[in-house]
């Protein structure tokens, strides 16, 4: 098919062909790459990534549990706690370890075999030979089955009992562990249930051997050796041949052997029972183990380079053993000592021994146990700027080693290597597992209630002479990965991508129609090519100068320019600019030869518009639709200001709260019988303690009528006046008391307003999820419409007195801008002043002497006119601002007009009407835009002059939620509406003024 060319015009020839194709590929490429470079960097963004793939929960912290010996492995000791007594005036001391009683032997074995006996044969027994045990258990698998079927948690409790009852048969704890931990179906669950029922009935051992295998408590397990003890030493008393008892003890590492006459009537009764006799010896006996010397390693330091970890137990330091045992006795102390004081009496020893074995030249040897194998490490002593990093402390029982991550929440308030002793109200045990504890730490099920975005830790610090103190509570923040939804609207938006997806679309298919060999789209084409290469040079230039000082443009000049550094910072860009410079001059070059078409002068205007326009769009993106497109999401979101919490998306909740609105039909309250029946004179006195009450914190009465208060409710009540059945009460303040709705305050409504409806003793009461954020609007509305109409008249006024001709016209031209000219803030608090409802008010002492008022008036009391008064001051400052906005319109009115109409026969009154108004309507419609805008937004009167929380504006109450309260998210909905009602007012104004448009 023949092309028909435009005048001028002509076939591409094969080679410019293959450079149109090669400049539309360019230009599809660059589209592609636009939308694909908007996703690269949603997904290589710190938070996004965070979101989709958080490193960690809770509040930051590794758990690992440390293990410095097993105390199964740990030959228990016979220690003897000795008081005064018999036994102490004989030599025996606390810490002794017993080995014999004469022929006796007390090993640990031996006297656990005798307590295991005695605790056989004790009441425990018999009360487990009831039948009521057997019935007790399966009762507890009833209960237990049907808190599963409701999807309860067993309580530790029933667990505890069941686990006690049951213990000792085969596969006991497989039973338990099913019906703490798994889910199990009504089938699974009648068969577990009948596998447990067909256990205890035919396979339970006999009650004795339960009652052998149950585990004793610790106190009951003190008590049975502390009986058996005194027992076999009575008893050695009582049989011995000889005159004495030989007692065989270690201390110190020695074997002792005292010899212990046997006591006279005098020092001790022999026929006394066993308590009081043990009582008189003065004994007592715990079974203690030995503990270890565990390392504390520091991360980053010497020890930590050469291998040493947390939790090795020390064995040796070049070649010369060292057992927490060896030093006991090397200082002579006995095992009576608790964990702490062990520790702090040993540690100058543990710190000299550090001291010494780096004292030579050669590294220390340092020889430690770990995970059953002895390991070898050669320490070097540290150099100059390194750390030893290396503690030795006394430990007995694992504990669980917190060490925080790096930037996390933990690490600003706990150490690393801190023991983790509980989290929120769980207490940590040694017996618990890693993975548990971890678990606990990690907390990564995060509800959106605020006070799940804390953990409250307790833990132990190392102390300086390496051993473990309590330390207080913390409150730890949690780090808790951001919603990906809020991640990507708060860096990204919703503008931006869509302009950056939208400019993608529209120059792939700009680069498309360039095969067409369309006229229009090469110049658009000639368009996107020259301010890409004006972007290129931007950021480039920009880029050469932030490598070059460094990463910040702002240490610029406070160090040596890189400027290596800088010239490859701009490689890249340079790479691009080159082809893409390349095509928009072969694009120029071909554009007025092989490309045809006509172009209209409407859209060569449209496109050079769009070419100018486009540094101002990206500005006004910028400065105005980003600031308002980040409010518009944070009002979806429960942010906090300042807060260490992520916000979360919680959509309209916070415009349903504050536009839930409901209406309520109430009564007044009537008087009860009580206040039917009551006596005048004990009224009075009622009303004359409400009266003072309200004056206390109202002040709405000057010094001398408050001193004569009696008598102001006398004039008020009367001393005959009773109460009607029907007669409706007053508060404090002489407004109706209306009756509460209960149901719709269970709801969470709270009253805003009550109107009275007339001709009848009922109101429309108006409640709100936010009452205040209603008393708000109400507010500022009567503050907007009563304000800018009587601004609009008094501006409308001055106008046309100043527009006249008179003499001083330019004087009081300049003294009517005063008002405005004077801050809000200060000018309320002059008025402030002014309006004081004593006798240093001004305003009060003015209209007293007028004889206007008849004593002094609170103006801005919650009883007084408040609202009239901060009108009145607000009228007072911007009218000028009306008028000089008004005066600017009347100026642009011909004179000739009037003076047509003059001859017509108009009066000044029909001019106004007929001349005045109309030519003045599109004025009028900014100034009331201007200052409706302002209106609605009141704030500085509302915060100086009134409360905020009981008269507030919507400003007032939107200032208050953000800094008062920090809830940046409600706040911003706050703010959308006010923009939102800003808008309706604009729309009205400029729909219903009528504002003439032109096209």
Request: proline share 5%.
């Amino acid at each position: 098919m023949a092309v028909e060319l435009s005048p001028g015009k002509r076939l591409p020839t094969p080679n410019e062909r293959i450079h149109i194709w090669l400049i539309s590929a360019l230009l599809v490429i660059l589209g592609i790459a636009l939308i694909f470079y908007q996703g690269y960097l949603i997904f290589t963004n710190d938070e996004v990534a965070e979101a989709l793939d958080p490193t960690f929960v809770g509040m930051g912290a590794t758990i690992e549990k440390i293990e410095p010996f097993n105390p199964e492995d740990a030959q228990p000791q016979v220690v003897l706690l000795v008081e005064d007594g018999f036994l102490a005036e004989q030599g025996i001391l606390t810490g002794d370890v017993l080995l014999r009683v004469n022929d006796t032997a007390f090993d640990f074995e031996t006297l656990e075999e005798q307590v295991n006996e005695r605790l056989v044969q004790n009441e425990r027994r018999s009360r487990l030979e009831n039948e009521l045990a057997r019935n007790a258990t399966l009762t507890l698998l009833s209960s237990i089955r049907e808190k599963l079927q409701n999807n309860e948690l067993v309580p530790n409790a029933d667990v505890a009992q069941l686990e006690a009852l049951i213990s000792g048969y085969p596969d006991s704890d497989a039973i338990i562990t099913g019906i703490r931990f798994y889910t199990v179906t009504d089938e699974e669950l009648a068969q577990l249930e009948a596998q447990i029922r067909a256990d205890i009935e035919a396979s339970l051992p006999s009650l004795d051997e339960i009652a052998e295998n149950l585990k004793p408590s610790r106190e009951q397990l003190e008590a049975a050796r502390q009986e058996v003890l005194a027992e076999t030493i009575i008893n050695a008393f009582l049989t011995a041949d000889a005159p004495i008892v030989r007692f065989e003890i270690e201390r110190a590492g020695e074997i002792l052997t005292i010899d212990v006459p046997t006591p006279t009537s005098g020092q001790f009764e022999l026929d006394l029972p066993i308590a009081s006799n043990a009582e008189q010896l003065g004994l007592d006996v715990r079974v203690r183990r030995f503990p270890e010397l565990v390392l504390n390693v520091a991360e980053d330091s010497v020890a930590a380079q050469v291998g040493l970890r947390n939790g090795d137990i020390l064995v040796s330091i070049n070649d010369m053993p060292y057992s927490a045992k060896q030093l006991m006795i090397e200082n002579d102390l006995t095992l009576a000592l608790s964990e702490q004081e062990l520790g702090e009496t040993l540690q100058p020893t543990l710190q000299t021994l550090l001291n010494g074995a780096f004292a030579a030249d050669a590294p220390a040897v340092i020889e430690v146990f770990r995970k059953g194998e002895t390991i070898r490490y050669e320490v070097p002593a540290p150099s100059e700027g390194q750390v030893l990093g290396l503690r030795i402390f006394v430990a007995e029982v694992p504990y669980f080693q917190i060490d925080p991550l790096p930037n996390s929440p933990a690490s600003a308030d706990i150490d690393p290597g801190s023991a983790l002793t509980q989290v929120d109200d769980t207490i940590i045990l040694p017996t618990m597992s890693e993975e548990f504890v971890q678990d606990l730490a990690n907390d990564d099920d995060v509800p959106l209630s605020e006070e799940d975005f804390r953990i409250q830790v307790s833990y132990k610090e190392l102390n300086a002479r390496g051993g473990f103190e309590e330390a207080t509570g913390r409150r730890v923040n949690k780090q808790v990965p951001p919603e990906f939804l809020m991640a990507y609207l708060f860096n990204f938006g919703i503008f931006v991508p869509i302009i950056l997806v939208a400019l993608g679309i529209f120059i792939i298919v700009i680069g498309i129609r360039l095969l067409s060999l369309n006229l229009i789209s090469a110049r658009w084409a000639g368009v996107i090519f020259l301010w890409l290469l004006v972007g290129l040079i931007v950021v480039s230039i920009r880029e050469f100068y932030v490598t070059g000082a460094g990463g910040s443009l702002r240490a610029l000049g406070s160090q040596s320019f890189k400027l290596g550094d800088a010239l490859l910072s701009i490689v890249p860009f340079v790479v691009l600019f080159i082809p893409t410079a390349i095509a928009f001059w072969r694009l120029n070059h071909l554009m007025n030869v092989v490309f045809h078409g006509e172009e209209t002068l409407t859209s060569r205007n449209t496109r050079f518009a769009w070419s100018l326009l486009i540094p101002t769009l990206a500005a006004l993106i910028l400065v105005a639709a980003r600031p308002l497109e980040q409010t518009f999401i944070a009002s979806l979101t429960d942010d906090r200001l300042a807060s260490a919490q992520p916000a979360r998306f919680v959509g309209l909740e916070n415009y349903q709260k504050l536009l839930s609105l409901t209406f309520d039909v109430v009564d007044c309250k009537k008087p009860t019988p009580e206040q039917l029946v009551q006596d005048p004179l004990s009224r009075s006195e009622s009303n004359f303690v409400r009266l003072l009450e309200a004056l206390r914190f109202n002040r709405t009465l000057p010094p001398d009528v408050r001193e004569d208060a009696a008598d102001r409710i006398a004039l008020i009540v009367g001393d005959e006046e009773t109460l009607s059945p029907d007669e409706c009460l007053k508060t404090g303040d002489g407004s109706t008391d209306w009756e509460l709705s209960e149901d719709l305050v269970k709801q969470g409504y709270r009253e805003a307003t009550v109107i009275a409806l007339p001709f009848s003793q009922r109101g429309l009461r108006i409640l709100g999820k936010d009452a205040i954020f209603l008393k708000g609007i109400f507010n500022t509305l009567q503050f907007t419409i009563i304000s800018v109409t009587l601004e609009l008249v008094l501006g409308m006024i001055i106008a046309l007195v100043v527009n006249t001709k008179f003499s001083g016209r330019g004087v009081m031209r300049t003294a009517m801008l005063v008002p405005w000219a004077i801050p809000t803030v200060v000018g309320a608090t002059l008025w402030g002043v002014i309006m004081r409802d004593n006798q240093s008010g001004i305003l009060n002492v003015l209209l007293n002497d007028l004889g206007l008022i008849d004593g002094n008036k609170a103006w801005l009391s919650t009883v007084g006119p408040w609202l009239t008064s901060v009108i009145a001051i607000d009228v007072w400052k911007t009218s000028p601002f009306m008028a000089l906005l008004l005066l600017a319109g009347l100026q642009t009115i011909p004179s000739d007009i009037y003076e047509a109409a003059s001859v017509d026969g108009a009066s000044k009154l029909r001019q106004f009407f007929s001349i005045t108004l109309p030519l003045l309507r599109p004025t009028i419609a900014v100034a009331l835009v201007f200052r409706t805008l302002d209106a609605l937004r009141v704030f500085d009167l509302f915060q100086v002059l009134l409360d905020p929380t009981s008269r507030p504006s919507m400003a007032t109450h939107n200032y208050n939620q953000l800094i008062a309260q920090q809830q940046s998210g409600y706040a911003s909905a706050i703010g959308v509406l006010i923009f939102m009602l800003i808008l309706i007012f604009t729309v009205m104004y400029v729909r219903f003024v009528g504002i003439e448009q032109e096209g």
